[in-house]
Nanobody, 120 residues
């Protein structure tokens, strides 16, 4: 079992930066692909990006590619989402999630979310 807790959300002006953290419990953190998702009011949850178990590869949605980066520190059981050049449309609740390499996020673990608000 993995428990995930996000932090670092808040209010930021357009063009600014924010770094989210997701701390995981358990000793098997390094076995999981870690992803970030977001959900804006009135919209469906959408994939933001993910990082492989060792941190060597990342994958991003087109809407954030080139602005967001994901990293992980397996020694600290933590994954980070660095968000730069933020836009008003990035406003959402951001969730981290964990899945096994052969599994899906639907069958994985989720955090409770952290609010990010970008003012224009």
């Amino acid at each position: 079992q993995v428990q995930l807790v996000e932090s670092g959300g808040g209010l930021v002006q357009a063009g600014g930066s924010l770094r989210l953290s997701c701390a995981a419990s358990g000793r098997t953190f390094s076995s999981y692909v870690m992803g970030w998702f977001r959900q804006a009011p009135g919209k469906e949850r959408e994939f933001v990006g993910e990082v492989t178990t060792g941190g060597g590869f990342t994958n991003f949605a087109g809407s954030v590619k080139g602005r967001f980066t994901i990293s992980r520190d397996n020694a600290k059981n933590t994954v980070y989402l660095q968000m730069n050049s933020l836009k008003a449309e990035d406003t959402a609740v951001y969730y981290c999630a964990a899945r096994l390499p052969t599994g899906s996020y639907d069958r994985g673990y989720w955090g409770q979310g952290t609010q990010v608000t970008v003012s224009s």
